[in-house]
Structures are given as C-alpha cells and as structure tokens.
C-alpha cells in the first residue's frame, strides 16, 4: 500500500493523460450512481411518476423534445437518463460485489493451494485450468439458464466464473513469497500457518490484484448487461443498463433510437474509464513492463 | 599513407532522456586500417557500444548522431540514407553481438538466419548459398555442418552459438568486423577458442575488426591497437603494448591494475575507487578527477584534450603517468 | 508425438467426462422437465408415468448413468419442442454459427495482425496511440449494443443492408453456405463486424505487447546489423516471435466468439446454434441446451488441441512431452 502511495506514483499518474481521463470517468460515473437519484426529478419506477402522454419523447434537441427529459423518454414515459441513473446503480453494484466475491473467495482458494500444495493445490488448479479453457460469458450463461433471474444469481454466476483469475494469480505469488527467507524463519519462530498467511504472505500478494480487480469490474458489467440483454440476467423489476438496451430493441424498428443508444453509451464509457485506469495501473504496477 | 578503412571524427551520439542530455559518445575519434584490430575498452556504461552501434547507423530514438564524421572508405557513412545504409550493414561491416543466447531469432533455423545475409547481400542461387554456409561453419569448427543447417539455435550450446553467430558476420566476406563483447556471455574455457578464432578469421580474410570489451587482458591478446574510453570521451590510444607497458592515463592504469597477472603472484589486485559517475551532471573538467588518486586543481577547471604524450601514446590527461609497469 | 498425443487425446476425453457431469448436475436443479412433455391438463397418474419414462424416478447416480451411456451411444435425446432428435436440430444450424464466426475471426485477424504489429514498432507515434485508444474502447463496448446501432444505422436508417435471417445459401460439400453468395455477404456483413470488434481490439492489444517485447531483443539488432530491411524485420523476424502468444489468445478468442455468437445471433435473428440455445433456455428445452453445452464443449477440446499443435509449428523449443 506504501508503494502504491509513493510520489513516483503519483508522479507518473499525474503525467498519464488516459489515466487521469480514465479515474475522471469514473469518478463522474461514481458520482452519478451515488447521488445520481437526487439530481433527476423523476423515479422511473414509481408509476405515480409518469405521464404516458409523454412517451416516446426525442431528446431534448431533437423537434418535439422536451426541456424535461433530457435524453427522450420511453414507452412508459420514463425519463432515459432517469432510467440510465438508476440503472448505472444496479450494473456498478453488481460489477462491484461479484468483482469482491470473486477476489475474495479467489484468493483464499489461491493461498490454500500455493500454501500447501499436494492434492488440493492439484485439484484446485486443475478445476481452474477446465474452466479457463471455456468462455466466462458461455459459463455465466449456463449458470443463469440454470439458476433462473435475480441479481443473487448473477453474483454467484459471475463469481463461478471469476474466482479463477484470482487463484491462479495469488497461487503464483505464495509460491515465489514462501521461498524467501523471512518466510522460514516465521516458520521457525513458530508462527501458526494461519499467522503466517495472513501477517506475511498475504499483503505480499496483494498489489497484482488490485489491477485484476480493476479489470474484472469492466469485463463483469459488460457480462451482465449481455446476460440482462439476453434475458437471463437481472428481474424486469431491477432493471440494469443491459435490460434497459434490451428494451429499446422492440422499438428500434420504428427509429426510436434513444431508449437503447444512451444506455449502451453509458456502459461504453464506464467501462472505457474502468480500462484506462486498469492499463495505466497495470503499466504501474508491473515493473516487468516497463 | 593509404586512408584507413574506417575513420571516426569527433563523433558525437547524444540520448534525449527525461532526466536531460546523455552525451554517451563525446568527441571520439579514432582509426581502423585494412587488416587490423583495433580493441575499444572501459568499464559498462562507457559507450563503447553505442559507439558500434552508431557505426551501423542502428541507434534508435531517444538516441542519435549528433556530430562528427563516420569515414568507411572514404566516405562519411553516417549521412547515408536508410536504404543505403543497409547495404553498408551486413556486407561492408557486420557486427558480432555480446550474448549468443538472444542474438539468434529461437524460431528460424541456423541455415535460414545464415542464408538470410547472402540472399541480401549477394546473388548467389540457392545451391551455392548453401554450400557457402556449409563451408562458413566449418570454417568456425562446426562440425557436421550440413545437418547443423537445419538445427535451431536453442540446440546449440552456448559457445556454439557465438560461432554460429561469427560465421554470419563473416559470411558476406564483411572488410570490418564489429565485435561487441564477444566472449562475456561465455565460459572461460570457451572465451579463448572464440578469440583464437576470430583472430585467425580476421587474418585470413584480411578483415578489419572493432573489438569492444571491458576487459584489458582480451585485449592485450588480440588487438594491435587500443582506444581506452571513459564517459564517452576517449582518454588514451596507443599500440597494444605501449599501453599495456606504460600507460599514460591513470584510468587505464587503474583498468590494468585490477588484471591477475601470472608474473607477479604477489601483488594484491586493485579497483579503481568509485563508479562511474553520471554523464549528465560532469560539468566542466576531467570527468576521472574524482576517482584519480593523481587529481590537482586544475583537472577541476579544465577537461584535458587528447594530446600526444610519447611514442604512438596520445592521452587525455594533464599529468600523464611517466612510470613503466 | 504419438504419445504425447494419446496423452492429450485422454486429458480431452477427462474434460469432457467432467463437463458432462457438471451440466447433468446443473440441468437437475433447475426444475421438473416433466412438465415440458405432457399437456397441462395431465392427471397425478399421467405425470408419474411421464417421470418413469423419462427416468426421472430413478436416483441421481443411475440417472446420470442413463444420460451418459446415451450420450455416449449417440443418443442425445430429443427436444421437447421440435420432438426431433436434439442433435440434428444443432447440427442443421451449426455451419451457420461456424461460417459467421470464422467471417469474424477472419475480419478480425487481418485487421488487427498488421495494426497491432505497427502499433507495436512504433509504440511512440501518434498513431500507435490512436490504435491503442481505439482498441481500448473495442473491448469496452458492449458487443450487443454496437449491433443494435448498426442495425438502426444500416437498416432503419439507411436500409442498406438487412437486419435479420441469413442471406441466400448454396450447398457446398453438404454444408449450406451463404458466403458464396452477394445476397449472403449482404446479410453476414453486420453481424460479423459486430462479433469482431471485442476479438479485434484483443488480437491487436496481444499482438501489441508481443511485437514491443520482441522488438527489443537482440536477435532483432542483430537482424538488422545484417542489412535487413525494416518490412522483413518486422514480419519474418518480429512477427513470428510474436505470434505464440496471440495464438494462445486465437484459441481463445474463437471460443468467445462461439459464446458471444449467441448473442449477436439472437439480435440479427441469425439461424444459428447460439440463437437456438437461447430459445431453449426461454422454452425450458433441456435436451437442446445439453447437447448444446456437450457440443461446444467438445469444440473447444479441439481448439485448445490444435493450438497445442500450432505452437510447436510456430515454437522449435518447445517439443512435445
């Protein structure tokens, strides 16, 4: 955590355009899913809200746009960027928690099998390998058809298929930090294994994870708003900005474009942000690289 | 007296880092006539690659030429373009680099990466290219040479390899052979056989040869003349053993200070004290004074030029060393 | 090589052995099929004469006996909804699924190989930068949102190209292709470009990384010092090194491209496997989803064996074990 605090760091963040622009991003997005329902006027899930006397508005700067919704409204009168705002809340927090399920269940999984190794380091890696040889979006999809809708189900979908990363990753790094020497005389010293993990190897093979995470919270929302999109991803109740493009397939035949090309553009430069600070961590943080 | 094969004149290569301008070659120059070896010695960082690299007109950018003249057979090759230069590389001068285990491409075969220099440089057809590889890894004890045709680098050892990659610079019958640190990368036992057979090579094609080294005692073996480099300046040059007998620069007494010698078993070896010190904050005066047990206060205030001391021994130095080792 | 590829032919045989008991397992927790097969107004009795059929009465372990020596004995069931054999039904839609993933690979390889290898010699120009950013916003783009716009663009806009069905097809060898058809090109063209993009903005980026590393090596100097020119440099000596990892990445990526074939499938209403697969999963059609999974399963078996086998074309130090 020192080193990631370090001025050159810093330094060299401050002199990375695409990584400034990056964290900007999301730190807009961020702001807009925190505080985002505060600044629209309207709840698009409250009914009592919507007049569908204004379905199907054009954006504001289009002819027959109102000042009201900026982005155009739905069929139900829904307001988009209301509808993105509120959406953007439910893809981030999912990204977000199956990002931290993933790492944490990964890591454990990972410690244990470089830790000792032998028959469970085996069949851990092996399980790893098998599922690293198929696509996590066909895996994830599998899973949903399987376990039905629901927001719980695309966490553990997602953490099925996200786990690995980690383990293969933390697995790598207990290996070469258990061969060093202070790791031994921990052993001699008589630390339990737990102790030793937790207190010395564990922050030792934390820093390659923060760019896998980083990463992995770009691929997952993408994930999830294909699995949404597909209609086996989050209830029509909690729609995320996946369901939302979903929705404005039907119409998009008789030109009404907006209810599907805003929600898609705001998962674009979300992720987009995500990746672009990711590049520029893992440029950082890699020093084999550079 | 004939112009030698290759002159270098004030030669001036200069890197653009974030840190500021590294002159890493300053002013040098020296000469290499037809037939001869020239050895180019200092410690790592000193230049002495860059200085083979300018030569091929193969430094890249943030590096480049800043200055001087590079004469090969009258003519300033350092002004060439890129198309021509490439008939300069690999036919009139070819390079040997430092470590075998890299400079081969690991996925092409001996015979190809070998008949990739005739194919560019000469017209021969395929059946004589072929037999002209063969012939070339006899020549650098290869036996078996036509199955060693098709091997590919990694089974090669070593030793093997840096011969691999002398025939390739032999092959196109180059007149001058850059040879960068040719036998570092290799165990002892191998470095002499590798130097004997590039010495031999060179006598028998007539080829001139740079051989670049930090290390005095290869030289002292191989090389009629030296050009002793320190923080991209030349600070000595000379025949072979005026140089080794008595130096007149303190640093290249110091370099020759830290070879074993067999003739005097007791002598402890010295180290020259310090390390080189950063090119980009020198300032004015000789760059050594603060490593030179002989420093006075005017090596502070003024940088020495190179300056004929006695016999074929220029230095760069204002108090050159009189004593005989 | 025999050995090693009797070993590797056994390693296939275990994966898909485990896969075939995951996707058992999965397809028993979801639900009673019984109630796919037999009309709603079915009796108690009805219903429990189904299940025997279907062998749904017996334990876990034997029904999972029963499915694997009918797979194995090339029965793989038959769906609930076409009442066709489950494995015709894919079979019939697989050369399309196939022909407009290798249109894509295709796309996607040719433009990002030259691309990623300029990028990759030059990694300070302006323009390696442009390719750079670009490529980063091709894998930030959700894949089925860049096929929405295109069509809004392509057909509703602009009706230049269709929207949906795949174009005219031509027999060939017993495979119905559209690629040999004007009227084929016309239909695959948008969904195809659609697929690349995430492949293309992938290949360029490992083939990026690869060329930098590659172009620093001293085999590269040393090529040059031979007079070689920049184009030849770059391809024969750069590139080839630089392949083995995009091959990895190639075996890869065509599996991504099965997977997310499903979904751009479903959005140009394309008569493939993947738009099959998602009607079965909406229909509850087990059997279609099973021999789905088994299917690509054993594809992607293939595929990680061939690259296996391109790698020691590509890689003389590595032999085969």
Redesign the interface.
Same mark, same amino acid.
């Given at each position: 955590m020192q080193r990631l605090l370090s001025s050159e760091f810093v330094h060299n963040y401050r002199h990375n355009i695409p990584a400034v622009l990056g964290s900007l991003l999301v730190l807009a997005f961020a702001f807009l899913a925190i505080f985002g329902p505060l600044l629209v006027w309207q709840d698009p899930y409250d009914v009592s809200q919507l007049e569908l006397m204004d379905s199907f508005k054009p954006p504001v700067w289009l002819e027959g746009g109102h000042p009201r919704y900026l982005l155009g409204t739905d069929g139900q009168g829904r307001d988009v960027l209301a509808s993105i705002i509120y959406g953007a809340r439910i893809s981030a927090f999912i990204g977000i928690a199956a990002m931290a399920c993933s790492c944490v269940i990964g890591t454990i999984l990972g410690l244990i099998s470089g830790y000792y190794g032998g028959m469970l380091d085996a069949v851990i890696m092996r399980v790893a390998d098998i599922q690293l040889s198929f696509p996590s979006m066909l895996i994830a999809l599998f899973l949903m058809s399987a376990f039905g809708n629901g927001i719980g189900m695309i966490l553990i979908a997602l953490t099925a298929v996200g786990w690995v990363v980690y383990a293969r990753t933390v697995r790598g790094s207990t290996l070469s930090e258990i061969q060093k020497e202070y790791i031994q005389a921990a052993r001699v010293a008589g630390l339990s294994d737990t102790e030793i993990i937790r207190r010395h190897v564990l922050p030792n093979v934390l820093t390659p994870l923060i760019v896998v995470s980083t990463i992995q919270v770009g691929s997952f929302i993408l994930i999830e708003a294909s699995l949404s999109f597909l209609g086996v991803g989050v209830p029509i109740t909690e729609p995320s900005l996946g369901l939302l493009v979903k929705e404005g397939f039907d119409v998009l035949f008789s030109g009404i474009w907006w209810t599907s090309a805003f929600p898609g553009l705001f998962i674009m430069f979300l992720v987009f942000g995500i990746n672009l600070f990711g590049d520029f961590l893992r440029d950082e943080l890699n020093p084999r690289l550079r | 007296m004939a112009e030698p094969l290759l002159d270098l004149r004030e030669l001036q290569t200069h890197f653009q880092t974030f840190g500021g301008l590294v002159k890493a070659v300053d002013g040098v120059s020296f000469n290499v006539k037809a037939g001869e070896i020239v050895g180019l010695v200092g410690e790592s960082g000193g230049g002495k690659s860059v200085i083979g690299?300018s030569i091929?007109g193969?430094v890249d950018?943030p590096g480049r030429i800043a200055g001087g003249e590079i004469r090969f057979d009258g003519r300033d090759i350092s002004k060439l373009g890129?198309r021509e230069m490439?008939? %300069?590389?690999?036919?009139d001068i070819?390079?040997v680099?430092?470590?075998p285990m890299?400079?081969?491409?690991?996925?092409?075969?001996i015979g190809r990466q070998m008949d990739?220099?005739l194919r560019?440089?000469t017209n021969l057809d395929e059946a004589a290219r072929r037999i002209r590889c063969i012939r070339m890894l006899e020549d650098v004890g290869i036996s078996g040479a036509e199955s060693r045709l098709d091997a590919?680098p990694?089974q090669f050892s070593g030793g093997m390899r840096q011969r691999v %990659?002398i025939a390739?610079a032999l092959l196109a019958g180059s007149r001058l052979i850059i040879a960068d640190e040719p036998t570092t990368a290799l165990d002892v036992t191998v470095q002499s056989q590798i130097l004997k057979l590039m010495r031999r090579q060179v006598q028998e094609t007539g080829a001139a040869m740079i051989l670049i080294t930090h290390d005095l005692a290869v030289v002292s073996e191989m090389a009629d003349r030296v050009v002793v480099l320190y923080c991209g300046k030349v600070v000595e040059r000379g025949l072979t053993e005026e140089v080794i007998r008595s130096p007149a620069h303190p640093y290249t007494r110091g370099l020759l200070d830290s070879i074993p010698r067999i003739t005097d078993r007791q002598r402890r070896l010295r180290q020259i004290p310090g390390t080189v010190p950063d090119i980009r904050t020198l300032g004015a005066g000789c760059s050594f004074r603060g490593r030179c047990a002989h420093a006075q206060p005017l090596c502070a205030e003024r940088s020495p030029e190179l300056a004929p001391v006695r016999g074929s021994l220029d230095a760069a130095c204002h108090f050159p060393l009189q004593e005989t080792l | 090589m025999l050995g090693y590829t009797i070993k590797r032919l056994l390693q296939m045989v275990l994966v898909l052995f485990v896969v075939s008991i995951i996707v058992f397992l999965m397809m028993s927790f979801t639900g009673d099929p019984v109630f796919m097969v037999i009309p709603i107004d079915s009796t108690q009795a009805e219903i429990e004469q189904a299940r025997r059929l279907l062998g749904l009465d017996q334990s876990l372990f034997s029904q999972y006996w029963i499915f694997l020596s009918n797979l194995l004995q090339g029965d793989f069931g038959r769906s609930y909804v076409f009442r066709q054999p489950a494995m015709d039904l894919i079979l019939e839609r697989l050369p399309a699924t196939i022909e407009m993933v290798l249109v894509a690979m295709a796309f996607a390889t040719v433009i990002a190989i030259p691309l990623g290898v300029y990028a990759g010699a030059n990694p300070?120009r302006t323009a390696s930068r442009g390719i750079m950013a670009g490529s980063l916003f091709g894998i930030s783009l959700p894949g089925f949102w860049v096929g929405m716009m295109l069509i809004y663009f392509f057909s509703v806009r602009h009706p230049l190209l269709p929207s949906s069905g795949r174009g005219e097809t031509i027999e060939i060898l017993g495979l119905r292709l559209s690629i040999f058809t004007a009227d084929g090109w016309s239909h695959i063209l948008l969904p195809a470009v659609t697929l690349a993009l995430a492949t293309l903005a992938i290949i360029l980026r490992i083939t990026r990384a690869g060329m930098m590393e590659v172009m620093r090596?001293?085999?590269i100097?040393?090529?040059?010092?031979?007079?070689?020119?920049?184009t030849h440099i770059l391809f024969a000596?750069g590139l080839?090194?630089a392949l083995i990892p995009v091959v990895t990445i190639f075996g890869l990526q065509l599996g991504d491209l099965i997977a997310f074939a499903t979904i751009t499938e479903t959005i140009f209403a394309w008569p493939g496997t993947g738009k099959l697969l998602i009607d079965s999963i909406y229909r509850g059609d087990r059997p279609v989803i099973v021999v789905y999974l088994m299917l690509t399963a054993f594809i992607f078996v293939v595929i990680n064996f061939l690259v296996d086998i391109v790698y020691t074309v590509?890689?003389?130090?590595i032999t085969v074990k």
């Open positions: - | 690299f091929l193969l950018p890129e490439r008939n %300069v590389r690999g036919r070819a390079m680099f430092q470590d890299t400079s081969l491409n690991p996925v092409y075969t990739e220099v560019l440089h590919y990694h %990659v390739i | 300070n090596q001293d085999y100097r040393f090529a040059r010092a031979k007079g070689a020119s920049r000596h080839k090194n590509i890689d003389p130090r």
